[in-house]
């Protein structure tokens, strides 16, 4: 018996081919023999994918190139002003300043909406109706177009219970524009993102983590706040980076929200309220105003801005990537296709 | 005297404070729900009047829509009909034109692609690509319009719109790059990597044993894609087509910058003019309206406009949930 069960063991050492050995490869299959039509598919693959990837390069690389061509460290720290000389027109401080206002305003209404309404579907959905409409509300919103949202904005700040948070004309009319309201409408476009990835690492994470906690006499609030949301931090911290990448792309809302204003137009004298209360840009309204489309015409400066905000948007991936990884066992590579189904499907597996 | 309650560990909380945790949750869940569903009512009820004063015709053709829209905005009604008068075809044809047209191309070219990337490209092709389809992804669509609007609008009046071309539809309108063409090429780039990455992902999630089998049957590579690999990913192709249309309804800015800022419907039977008319859709309407919110009419107009974009989207989002019941039935996770 103990012969028998060393022989398996010595069995492929005795079978393997002797170092240095070529090993036989299968002859590559030639797409000669192929049918017609599979050849044709064949070669249709490989011109569309090479093409594509010319495509996706060659934007980067004109962006990058016209980036690097056009922005000036002085373009970082001027006011921009209005003026037909491309010389005059100033810099870009005010618009980045505005993307940052609404990225800040946006995420810190969206993430603890986001992670207590991602918490509550994954770990209460008492009333079940109430979960199941919440979550089709929800993707509703994930595919609603964002022009929309920026109209329901201007419904909602121009009431004249809000008229505090924007301006309010000698009549009484309230103006409805402002930082405020372009920051909570942001939450709105952010939240189904955060509400995504939050419940998502929750149902992934392995029950015997709350049965454990339960075990210890943790009430399911204790077991939420101490044990299963410390473990997801990495997929909270996911989830708003993909709405503040959200938030800094959209343009609709800002122009409709902000209106086409270049600097700071400020409501009153308090320093930060003020600011908020009042409108201004951002750098894609600025992007906007400055093309072709806009008034501007400078599109040099557009194409400076664009630059930046392609930096912005490469750092936030590069955020994403490496959050992830971390938050990932090991082996479990995340690709680029694993994080962007998030901005797609926020809330994948309704269950 | 009672004694002091028996000391508790930090973060051990009473069954009080759990019901009160899972009652706050539940009111912010409401707030939201409530929140949503106040808008979506919002905006049905801010379009009423002008469904109403319409009809059906509101979905139908005639006259100009620009004309219509400048009536709104000035105040002054067209000679025999309501102020609110407003015939949307044109617009909705601008949306059907631009959108189909793009994710048709975008679906041909994505698949092919996906396949590439996963069966044939070499390794640092796939490791370069792979960040290099997330920026684009996250390009803001400014960006995307700024280039064409620099780039592609430019080559296209200068090196594709003969004059002989320009002429023929002179009287009816100016043709300048700024058209369906420039539009639906730069929208088809804007949903291309969104709609590869789901695909090769779910290209990559097909069971190797799958393709092994069919190989092992002596079927060719070319056909074990085509029959077992892009079979298994179906789903996931339809789900990525549904999501990439919802993106390409409601993009607006990029569309306003580059569809020629008119109302226009451009006429397929110009043939290939058709593709230099220009085009505006019913999301670029509202961009390049939404200054004119404190006129009535005009901004019931406007939310009639979002509120036919907003049961759109609703119905592509019962399509996505649909194709992805399929997926839970297949078990492929994309």
Redo the contacts between chains.
């Keep these: 018996m103990a012969g028998a069960a060393l022989l398996p063991s010595s069995a492929p050492g005795a079978m393997a081919p002797p170092p240095g050995t070529p090993i036989a490869r299968a002859p590559r299959e030639r797409t000669s023999s192929w049918p017609l039509l599979d050849r044709v598919g064949f070669a249709a693959c490989w011109v569309v994918g090479i093409g594509l990837c010319l495509i996706a390069l060659g934007i980067v690389l004109f962006m990058f190139f016209k980036g690097i061509a056009y922005l000036r460290p002085s373009l970082l720290v001027e006011h921009p002003a209005a003026s037909a000389k491309q010389s005059q027109s100033g810099g870009f401080l005010d618009p980045i300043e505005g993307t940052l206002i609404v990225a800040i305003l946006g995420i810190a209404i969206a993430a603890p909406t986001g992670i207590a309404i991602g918490a509550w579907l994954a770990e209460y959905r008492h009333p079940s109706w109430l979960a199941r409409a919440l979550e089709s509300v929800i993707e509703i919103m994930a595919g609603a177009p964002s022009v929309v949202l920026a109209l329901f904005g201007l419904l909602i700040f121009d009431q004249s219970f809000l008229g505090f948070l924007s301006t309010t004309s000698a009549g009484g009319a309230v103006f409805g524009r402002s930082f405020f309201g372009a920051g909570a409408i942001m939450a709105v476009l952010a939240l189904p993102l955060v509400v995504g990835t939050t419940r998502e690492a929750l149902t992934r994470l392995p029950s015997h983590l709350r049965e454990a906690s339960h075990a210890l006499g943790r009430t399911r609030a204790t077991t939420i706040r101490r044990v299963l949301l410390p473990t997801i931090r990495t997929d909270m911290a996911t989830g708003a980076a993909l709405g503040i990448g959200r938030i800094i792309g959209d343009t609709a809302i800002i122009t409709i929200m902000l209106g086409t204003f270049l600097t700071f137009e400020p409501v009153g004298h308090t320093p930060l309220i003020g600011t908020l209360r009042g409108t201004g840009s951002t750098l894609t309204s600025y992007v906007y105003s400055n093309s072709p489309a806009g008034e501007g015409g400078a599109p040099q400066k557009a194409y400076a801005a664009a630059f930046l905000l392609l930096m912005i948007v490469l750092a936030l991936n590069a955020t994403v990537t490496w959050l992830s990884g971390r938050g990932a066992a090991p082996g479990e590579r995340s690709s680029a296709f694993s994080l962007l189904r998030f901005e797609w499907f926020p809330l994948p597996w309704t269950r | 005297m009672a004694p002091r309650s028996i000391h508790r560990p930090r973060?051990?909380?009473?069954?009080k404070?759990?019901q009160?945790?899972?009652r706050s949750?539940?009111a912010?869940?409401?707030a939201?729900?409530v929140f949503?569903?106040a808008?979506?009512v919002?905006?049905f009820v801010?379009a009423w009047p002008s469904f109403s004063h319409n009809g059906l015709a509101w979905f139908g053709g005639g006259g100009d829509v620009e004309a219509q829209l400048r009536a709104m905005q000035e105040l002054k009604p067209i000679a025999g009909h309501s102020i609110y008068y407003f015939h949307a075809w044109t617009l909705i044809w601008g949306t059907l034109l631009t959108t189909v047209s793009a994710v048709l191309l975008a679906l041909?070219?994505s698949t092919?692609?996906a396949?590439?990337?996963t069966?044939?490209?070499p390794q640092p092709?796939k490791r370069t690509?792979?960040?290099?389809?997330?920026?684009?992804?996250?390009?803001?669509?400014?960006?995307y319009?700024?280039?064409g609007?620099?780039?592609l609008r430019p080559y296209i009046n200068e090196h594709l719109i003969s004059d002989g071309r320009r002429a023929s539809v002179e009287k009816v309108v100016q043709i300048n790059g700024a058209d369906v063409m420039t539009a639906t090429l730069v929208l088809t780039?804007m949903i291309?990597?969104?709609m590869?990455?789901?695909s090769?992902?779910a290209l990559?999630a097909v069971p190797r044993s799958w393709r092994e089998g069919s190989l092992a049957l002596g079927v060719?590579?070319?056909?074990t894609i085509?029959r077992v690999s892009l079979h298994a990913a179906r789903p996931a192709i339809v789900?990525?087509t549904v999501?990439a249309t919802?993106r390409a309804?409601?993009?607006?800015?990029m569309l306003?910058?580059l569809g020629g800022?008119r109302g226009f419907a451009p006429n397929l039977l110009d043939g290939v003019t058709a593709l230099y008319e220009p085009v505006r859709p019913l999301?670029a309407t509202?961009?390049a309206n939404?200054?004119g919110?404190e006129n009535v009419p005009l901004a019931h107009t406007?939310?009639a406009i979002?509120a036919v974009?907003?049961v759109s989207?609703?119905m592509?989002?019962l399509g996505?949930?649909a194709a992805?019941q399929r997926f839970?039935r297949y078990g492929v996770r994309?």
Excluded: C, H
């Excluded at chain 2, 060719?220 to 056909?223: I, K, V």
């Excluded at chain 2, 309804?249 to 800015?253: C, K, R, T």
């Design positions: 973060g051990w909380a009473s069954a404070t759990d009160r945790a899972e949750l539940g912010l869940a409401v939201v729900l949503i569903g808008m979506l919002t905006v801010k041909v070219v092919l692609a396949v590439f990337l069966e044939f490209a092709v690509l792979d960040p290099v389809i997330r920026l684009l992804a996250g390009v803001p669509s400014v960006i319009g700024l280039i609007l620099l780039v780039v291309l990597p969104i590869v990455a789901i090769a992902g990559e060719n590579r070319w056909r085509w789900a990525a999501l919802a309804l409601g993009e607006a800015v306003a910058m800022g999301a509202i961009f939404a200054e919110l406007i939310y979002a974009l907003l989207a609703g592509l989002s996505g949930w992805k839970q994309i």
